[in-house]
């Protein structure tokens, strides 16, 4: 049973920064893809950063120049670096998956991003 536990999350300033965590347990982390995601309240699921196993990156048009997706596959732990944080960037962020399968882990429980003055 994969296990995804992020961290990192909390509240901050406009235009403050953040570094969120992902430790994945129970898979083979560096053979597969990985990505960040996020729920805002009242919207649907996002996805927001992707890393390939190799090290690729894309992401959505809303963080791009201000977020950056890593992965630390000695520590089995996914980062997503978010600087310059505006409110419209608070939301539950989530790491998974997919698979190349098309599979998701189970999701786990996110870590709370608030952006506020």
């Known amino acids: 049973q994969v296990q995804l536990v992020e961290s990192g999350g909390g509240l901050v300033q406009p235009g403050g920064s953040l570094r969120l965590s992902c430790v994945v347990s129970?898979?083979?982390?560096?053979?597969?893809?990985m990505a960040w995601y996020r729920q805002a309240p009242g919207k649907q699921r996002e996805e927001i950063a992707t890393i390939t196993s190799i090290g690729a990156t894309n992401y959505a048009d809303s963080v791009r120049g201000r977020f950056a997706i890593s992965r630390d596959n000695a520590k089995e732990t996914l980062y997503l670096q978010m600087n310059d944080l505006k409110p419209e960037d608070t939301a539950v962020y989530y790491c998974?998956?997919?698979?190349?399968?098309?599979?998701?882990?189970?999701w786990g429980q996110g870590t709370q991003v608030t952006v506020s003055s």
């Open positions: 998974n998956g997919p698979l190349r399968s098309g599979r998701f882990y189970s």
């Open positions: 129970g898979s083979i982390f560096s053979h597969n893809a």
